[in-house]
């Protein structure tokens, strides 16, 4: 059962989503689901590289331009971050804010945070929990011209 923990990310989820510890999360995935043209949830899976939060209520997510995530983002606006790692389950409702920022091959979003919901175990559910998220190898190499570019349009201000 999910429990909203508000319109804004806890300082712990914070600190997940800054990068500041960014070599430490790679590998693992984070799905971002968009509404596609006919409503249904349209999935995709980021890496921790292609997300960075600025603030408590704003993440910034670097997409392929050309692909079906980024018309959703650019024609409905309505994405959710799902975060599964063992012991965390968040659902994290958002909305763009505004039309994205091209950078090359990538669309920069800024995500404004509408409600953060964690998983609870209730019930028969008590003492159950994740043992692994989602993962993928091998490891991206951060000076890669593919990752300073994603770094780059997840960092730049917004008028360029």
């Not at 006919?38 to 939060?53: K, T, V």
Request: glycine share 10%; with cysteine; aromatic share 4%.
């Amino acid at each position: 059962m999910s429990r909203s923990l508000g319109p804004a990310l806890t300082e712990a989820l914070l600190r997940r989503l800054s990068q500041a510890d960014l070599p430490g999360r790679l590998g693992r995935a984070v799905p971002l689901v968009t509404v596609d043209g006919a409503g249904r949830p349209h999935p995709m899976l980021c890496s921790y590289l292609e997300l960075l939060a600025v603030d408590a209520r704003t993440i910034r997510v670097a997409i392929a331009a050309g692909g079906g995530s980024a018309r959703n983002l650019a024609e409905r606006g309505a994405a959710t971050l799902v975060l599964i790692e063992p012991g965390l389950v968040v659902y994290v409702k958002c909305r763009a804010a505004g039309p994205p920022l091209a950078r090359g091959a990538l669309a920069r979003f800024d995500l404004a945070v509408e409600d953060v919901l964690e998983d609870v175990a209730t019930g028969w559910e008590e003492g159950v929990g994740i043992t692994s998220g989602i993962a993928y190898a091998p490891l991206p190499d951060l000076d890669a011209p593919e990752a300073q570019a994603a770094l780059a349009a997840l960092r730049a201000p917004r008028d360029v």
